[in-house]
Every structure is written in structure tokens, then in C-alpha cells.
């Protein structure tokens, strides 16, 4: 038994020895290797984090936006409708107003030609009721004579 006792407190040295070789040489890398990349894990998981914390943030801001641009576009649209509605409404008082001068003015004329044509009858009427008074009389009327029966006739006719 002799030999067994030495071989086994070597064997127990030379594992003991191997033991601290590899806790100094691996373990001690491993775990500050496992430490680095679990904090590299842990910082990329929190910037992913925020980057959706961010994201989220633009997508509000854009959502936002897009509402309140609907709204401007919603207004400017009633405002340019309110425009030309107006504008509708201006041109409609411009045409009745021309329309109703090209009416005045047609009766101005109208108007006007038949107090033309109302005094070329009398002027008419005048002549043949001379003509007619002078042949049946024979005599010559006078021009007070003649307007005097003009005003009776046209007194009688209206």
C-alpha cells in the first residue's frame, strides 16, 4: 500500500496543480469573457430599448402631424369653398346689376323711341289733320289753330 499512498497524494498534487492552472488560465478569462458579453447583451438590449422607446416617440410625432395636416387641409378646403361661394354669390349681385342697367337702359330707349315716334305721329297727324281741315274749309288753318286741335284729338284718343 505503500505505493498507492504516494501515487495518490501525487496524482492529488498534480490534479490540484491542474485545478489552479485552469481557474488561473481559463476560468478567471471565461467568466470575465461571460461578465463582458452578458453587460454587451444587457447594453444593446437597453439601446434597443430606447431606440423603440424612440421610434414609438416619431411614430406619435407623425401621426400628429399627419392628423393635424388633415385638419389644415379640412380647413383650407371649407375656407377656399367659403371662397367661392363668394365669389359665386359676388358674380350673381355683378350679372344682376348689369343686367338690370341693360333693362334700365333697354327701357330708357324704349322709352325714348316711343316719345320719338309719339311726336313723328303728331307731327303725322298734324300735316293730314291741316291738310284735311284746309280742304274742308278751304282756307288755311293757323299753327295755334292746329295745335289746338292736335291736343283735343290726342285729349279723345289717350
Known amino acids: 500500500m505503500e505505493t498507492f499512498l504516494p501515487n495518490l497524494i501525487e496524482h492529488l498534487l498534480n490534479f490540484l496543480i491542474l485545478f489552479i492552472i485552469v481557474y488561473i488560465l481559463l476560468y478567471k ?11 454587451r447583451v444587457a447594453a444593446e438590449q437597453d439601446e ?5 422607446e424612440d421610434a414609438q416617440a416619431l411614430r406619435t ?27 359665386r354669390d359676388k358674380l350673381i349681385a355683378e350679372g344682376r ?12 330707349q324704349i322709352d325714348a323711341e ?16 291741316v291738310q284735311i281741315a284746309s280742304k274742308v274749309l278751304e282756307r288755311e288753318v293757323s299753327v295755334q289753330d292746329n295745335a ?11
Open 29 to 39: 478569462p471565461v467568466v470575465k469573457f461571460m461578465s463582458d458579453r452578458a453587460a
Open 48 to 52: 434597443a430599448q430606447h431606440a423603440l
Open 114 to 129: 316711343r316719345a320719338n315716334a309719339l311726336e313723328q305721329m303728331r307731327d303725322d297727324f298734324a300735316s293730314l289733320a
Open 61 to 87: 410625432q407623425y401621426e400628429e402631424k399627419l392628423e393635424n395636416s388633415h385638419k389644415e387641409a379640412a380647413l383650407i378646403f371649407a375656407q377656399s369653398e367659403d371662397h367661392a361661394k363668394s365669389e
Open 148 to 158: 289746338a286741335v292736335i291736343d283735343e284729338f290726342f285729349e279723345k284718343v289717350g
Open 97 to 108: 346689376q348689369r343686367s338690370e342697367q341693360i333693362v334700365l337702359a333697354a327701357r330708357a
